[in-house]
């Protein structure tokens, strides 16, 4: 069946520091890709989607480009901020009943 | 415009009692859909509902019933809870107006979640 897998957390980062965080999917047919994130004591919240290969999906300094031919959709950010600290989870969303399926989520805490 | 709320934002109960979790929208969406969250697992869907009038199983249903009381709210019920079931659930609620062809693209709009213990 469909499913994601992104990379282990927790990530740590300085104040202005290049940021990633790896996503990659399995699914048959042709899924659309999305990067939720969910602040402290909050519910998700749609930072970006993709629809089709190649599309770029971005929002607020974040981006993530859908890669078919390496079934991934990376998100990076140039330059991370204390307000970015969160847990991102990645999903796909594909095939007739549009359920989303999540990945296990990321926390990124951003230092000062 | 509140979007997706959920009622109550915290609860403990004892194992073997019951409880209903509120969701209710206010975008005129027809889908809507049930989560819990668990550490380590993302997200994981518990029953959805395509269009008022129809309900469908998710990924995890044991334990849980729905109801789909109308157009705007979609409650969740634990008949009698367990330990297991302690969690953070959510619910979403998308367009799903386009039918399959276009709910691959549709974006789930989440409300802020209810925290439940069971002791």
């Known amino acids: 069946g469909d499913s994601v897998t992104q990379m282990e957390g927790p990530v740590t980062l300085s104040e202005e520091a290049f940021l990633t965080i790896n996503c990659t999917y399995t699914?048959?047919?042709?899924?659309?890709l999305f990067w939720y994130v969910q602040y402290p004591g909050e519910g998700l919240q749609l930072l970006l989607k993709?629809?089709?290969?190649?599309d770029k999906g971005s929002n607020k300094g974040f981006e993530a480009t859908y890669r078919k031919e390496t079934t991934s959709f990376h998100l990076e950010k140039g330059s991370v901020q204390v307000s970015d600290s969160a847990v991102y989870f990645c999903?796909?969303?594909?095939?007739?009943?549009?359920?989303?399926?999540f990945g296990q989520g990321t926390t990124l805490q951003v230092k000062p | 415009n509140a979007g997706v709320t959920q009622t109550p934002k915290f609860q403990v109960l004892k194992t073997g009692q019951s409880m209903t979790l509120q969701c209710a929208q206010d975008m005129n969406h027809n889908s809507m859909y049930w989560y819990r969250q668990d550490p380590g697992m993302g997200l994981r869907l518990i029953y959805y509902s395509a269009s008022e009038g129809t309900t469908d199983k998710g990924e995890v249903p044991n334990g849980y019933n729905v109801s789909r009381l109308n157009k705007r709210e979609f409650s969740l019920r634990l008949e009698s809870a367990a330990p297991s079931q302690t969690s953070v659930y959510f619910c979403a609620s998308s367009s799903g107006r386009g039918g399959p062809r276009t709910a691959t693209r549709e974006t789930q709009y989440f409300g802020p979640g209810t925290r439940l213990l069971v002791l």
């Open positions: 999903a796909l969303r594909g095939g007739n009943t549009g359920k989303l399926i």
């Open positions: 699914a048959t047919g042709y899924p659309s």
């Open positions: 993709a629809t089709k290969a190649d």
